[in-house]
């Protein structure tokens, strides 16, 4: 079995750390995997990819330069020959290369789905010309991976149709090894020109400045809990949610901090904002950082206030690590905690609801923290690569 991923590039985003972890754990099960690098020759997951084949054909093809598009669909076409299921990663680049690579080829070509398309199109306003490429290119594919229910939901109505039996739901998982957990993208960009889409990665410069950053736990400072938040200070993250959290669990007698593992372009803002709140003292900014392990582990609640999600990795994370998790309703979130959900989802995306549910967690920190340990083991690495390996090939799948 030979399995080709699409990539922009192998950076740090969560699309990239998706291919490089299911890249890794397929081909330790016997898998030929192959990752074909469009828009960038970045590898920054050299150590989990050393097994696969890493094609860079960013020097052949430039999607802003039509005398390369030829090149660049004999390039994939070729490699599309050579491999028996195919994968766009994600939207856009390879999502459109692809499918003209595969044409007549009688190949598998599976989209893998990130996040709800429906809310990111909403919110980021997709170039008009790209969100009918895309649309056109997703209605004529027979199968389509999720990484959670939610967004399988969300294509469904992005695209106006029922769900296909095609479209398949495998959610992220929790990697067994321990790997650094890194934030969401940093410099974003390519969804119409708005800074919000997950697919774009940072430049080579902030990735290297992440690794000079050692990481430090926060101190506790406060008579209350310690909120954490990994992940960009942007809108779609609504950050005025973390000034009226704080707010609230104040009025309850809860002096709660909050470190911010990340930054973006909402940082200036958050700061004069919670100053004129009175709020300043209990924000620790973090700023970027590579390894989120120590946070995690100091803090006592994660905060999650995203207008919407896929499959959000650092809750995962957090679950593994008995971190209970207070969030808004943002999607694929809520599927992470099943029957529980009420148990870490605020009744409303206010400050005050999420102050509430941290108000009731604090007293109950233990069992909540040791049910999402074992809560954790359905997202294993090994249950959801055997799902991968029954999609690709049922007779290859391992046994329970």
């Known amino acids: 079995m030979k399995v080709l991923f699409l990539v922009r590039d192998l950076g740090l985003g969560g699309v990239e750390r998706c291919v490089a972890l299911v890249g890794e754990g397929l081909a330790a099960r016997g898998v030929d995997v192959s990752v074909a690098m469009l828009a960038g020759n970045r ?50 680049a390879p999502l459109y290369m692809g499918y003209a690579a595969t044409r007549g080829l009688s190949k598998r070509f599976i989209g893998w789905v990130h996040g709800p398309l429906a809310e990111l199109d909403a919110f980021a306003r997709m170039n008009p010309v790209h969100r009918t490429a895309c649309q056109f290119v997703y209605r004529r594919m027979q199968e389509l991976v999720f990484v959670s229910q939610h967004a399988r939901e969300s294509m469904g109505r992005w695209l106006g149709s029922a769900v296909k039996p095609g479209w398949l739901v495998l959610p992220n998982f929790v990697d067994a090894n321990g790997i650094a957990a890194f934030i ?78 990340g930054d973006g372009p909402l940082e200036a803002w958050l700061r004069t904002e919670a100053n004129s709140r009175g709020l300043s003292e209990q924000l620790i900014f973090a700023g970027r950082q590579g390894h989120v392990a120590p946070y995690l582990a100091q803090a006592d609640i994660l905060l999650l206030t995203s207008s919407f999600e896929g499959c959000p990795l650092v809750v995962l994370e957090a679950m593994q690590a008995g971190l209970p998790v207070v969030s808004t309703d943002a999607g694929g979130v809520y599927e992470l905690f099943g029957e529980r959900r009420n148990d870490f989802i605020a009744a409303a ?28 083991d359905a997202y294993s690495a090994a249950a959801t690569l055997d799902r991968w390996l029954d999609l690709l090939n049922p007779s290859m799948k391992s046994s329970p």
């Open 43 to 92: 590898n920054l997951w050299a150590d989990r990819t050393a097994a696969l084949n890493i094609v860079d054909l960013s020097g052949v093809w430039h999607g802003k330069k039509p005398w390369t598009w030829l090149a660049g669909w004999r390039a994939v076409r070729k490699l599309a020959r050579e491999h028996d299921v195919i994968i766009a990663a994600t939207f856009l």
């Open 349 to 376: 995306n206010t400050g005050a609801a999420l102050a509430d549910l941290i108000a009731k967690q604090l007293p109950q920190h233990a069992q909540l923290a040791d049910w999402l340990r074992h809560r954790a």
């Open 184 to 261: 969401p993208p940093f410099a974003e960009g390519g969804v119409g020109g708005i800074s919000t889409s997950p697919e774009v990665s940072p430049t080579f410069d902030q990735c290297a400045n992440i690794a000079e950053i050692p990481p430090s736990p926060p101190s506790r400072k406060g008579g209350g809990g310690h909120l954490l938040f990994v992940g960009r200070i942007a809108e779609e993250k609504q950050p005025h949610l973390w000034l009226d959290t704080l707010a609230a669990l104040d009025k309850q007698g809860i002096k709660a901090e909050l470190t911010i593992v």
